[in-house]
């Protein structure tokens, strides 16, 4: 610890013997910071407080019935976008602040202050807006917050009208389109109705017993027909074994050639017994017996034919139309046979395709009934927007309520010239005691014998004080009393930029003897 205060001590007295680098740091800073802080610019700050009230007695009212925004959120996004390039843009124009620039640099450069210097803040959950903007102009202060409070109330209102105009216009362009597509649909849908109206879901079922009732009517026909086949069969096989009988009553009707044919068939009979065919005998007793059957045969066509006889037969006749009858019966029920079988077909064609249809008719109402719910929420939107808007037309979502309105500023808010007087002080002085210590150890003075012994290694026997002869004290009393006289004058100075960088009045009346001498 002693030896901390002994260094102490050393670094002290270094920076009081090369005391004359701090009396020059601090006169050449100290002045100059005075007077560069004394020619700022002031600086006018104009303000104003707007409240947006967002509470609306038609907000619950309209619940269900119209579009709700929160207005809220509405007001943190415009917040958000008021210091954007079109905002700024519309700002400089309002408040007149572009006239006075002439290139594209310069105007650049006035929107980048706007949006610099230009400030909004809230306190939070209240809607409470505070504006400020800082100018060495008080009117173009005043000007610049009157224009932001004005783009601002503006924006929030213009926007909610856009927004739902742009709204309507969508929802508008939607339920034409909408429409559009609804009423093909619908025509696609009647269409297809049209084209399969025998398939549709409800008739699918009427084709399965259609299919089964079919299935058994043909059954029933093959049935009947191979009855009736059978009958017609049975009838023929009756008629023909009719027709025989009478062949055989024919046959069995006796000539006067019968029995000289008898004769010459034993005859014959006995000659081939001895000769053969060709024996001139056996020719001649053929040729005879010919020649008799013939003749029996004309005496017998002479009488009565089997037709004749036939036709004349009651039980043959009705016989015959029996067979006739079953066999128109067999032809229809063949033909009437036929013409299920196609029906059956086709029905069972139609069958097949009826879960196709069943699937593109649910894929259409599908269609047609997403299409129908979207125009009828479009139609429901557009009455909520139309109800919005005309509540919008009578009252304002949101109302904003003017509290403080911008002023010309009559005194300036800046810049902190006594704060940056003090600084510069301790600047002035801390440079000059950094540059002492820094002098002081480039070339270091002995002050003790101790620091003496430290320095050399070498005892120290005694120490030998200076006379007043010497003339040492004196100069070193003048050199302390400078010092001091300096420092002292350098307060009054401090205490004299102090004051009148404190005041707005004295600096003004300091600034107008300025610029009266003609120094600036």
Request: charged share 25%.
């Amino acid at each position: 610890m002693q030896e901390l205060i002994a260094n102490l001590q050393q670094y002290l007295s270094g920076v009081w013997l090369k005391r004359r680098y701090l009396m020059i740091a601090t006169w050449l800073i100290c002045p100059l910071g005075w007077v560069a802080i004394t020619l700022m610019p002031n600086q006018y700050t104009s303000e104003a407080r707007v409240y947006a009230d967002t509470r609306s007695i038609l907000q619950p009212l309209l619940k269900g019935l119209a579009i709700q925004n929160d207005p809220g959120q509405e007001l943190v996004l415009m917040v958000r976008t008021l210091l954007s390039r079109t905002n700024l843009e519309k700002i400089a124009r309002l408040s007149d602040v572009d006239v006075s620039v002439s290139t594209e640099a310069e105007y650049e450069a006035l929107l980048a202050n706007l949006k610099r210097n230009i400030s909004v803040s809230s306190a939070r959950k209240q809607n409470l807006y505070d504006i400020v903007y800082h100018s060495d102009d008080p009117q173009r202060a005043k000007d610049v917050v009157e224009a932001v409070l004005n783009v601002f109330v503006e924006n929030t209102l213009g926007e909610k009208r856009v927004e739902t105009e742009d709204a309507n216009a969508f929802i508008r362009q939607q339920i034409e389109e909408y429409e559009k597509r609804l009423i093909a649909s619908e025509k696609r849908l009647a269409d297809f109705k049209r084209t399969y109206s025998g398939l549709l879901p409800g008739s699918g079922s009427n084709y399965y017993s259609q299919v089964e009732s079919l299935e058994t009517q043909l059954e029933l026909t093959r049935l009947e027909l191979s009855e009736a086949i059978t009958r017609l069969q049975t009838a023929r096989s009756q008629l023909f074994e009719e027709e025989s009988n009478v062949r055989l009553r024919l046959d069995s009707v006796n000539t006067e050639y019968d029995q000289r044919i008898e004769q010459l068939r034993t005859r014959k009979d006995d000659l081939l017994i001895r000769y053969t065919e060709k024996h001139p005998s056996v020719v001649e007793t053929t040729n005879q017996i010919n020649e008799l059957e013939s003749l029996r045969s004309r005496k017998l066509s002479s009488s009565n034919s089997s037709d004749e006889l036939l036709s004349g037969n009651p039980v043959y006749q009705q016989m015959r139309i029996n067979v006739g009858l079953l066999t128109n019966e067999v032809e229809s029920m063949k033909v009437r046979e036929s013409r299920q079988n196609r029906k059956l077909e086709e029905a069972r064609s139609r069958l097949s395709q009826v879960p196709d249809v069943e699937a593109q008719l649910a894929g259409l109402n599908r269609s047609y009934g997403i299409t129908k719910q979207k125009y009828e929420a479009l139609l429901v939107r557009r009455e909520s927007a139309q109800i919005s808007q005309s509540a919008g037309q009578n009252t304002e979502e949101i109302k904003f309520r003017i509290i403080d309105p911008p002023r010309v500023p009559s005194a300036p808010s800046g810049p902190a010239r006594p704060l940056f007087v003090i600084v510069v002080l301790v600047a002035g002085f801390a440079v000059g005691l950094g540059l002492s210590l820094l002098f002081s150890q480039i070339n270091p003075v002995v002050h003790s014998s101790l620091q003496l012994y430290e320095a050399t290694g070498l005892p120290v026997f005694g120490v030998v004080s200076a006379t007043e002869q010497s003339g040492l004290e004196k100069r070193t009393r003048r050199k302390s009393m400078i010092f001091l006289s300096l420092n002292l004058l350098l307060l009054i100075g401090f205490a004299g930029f102090f004051i009148v960088n404190s005041n707005h009045v004295y600096h003004a009346q300091v600034m107008n003897l300025i610029e009266s001498l003609g120094v600036i």
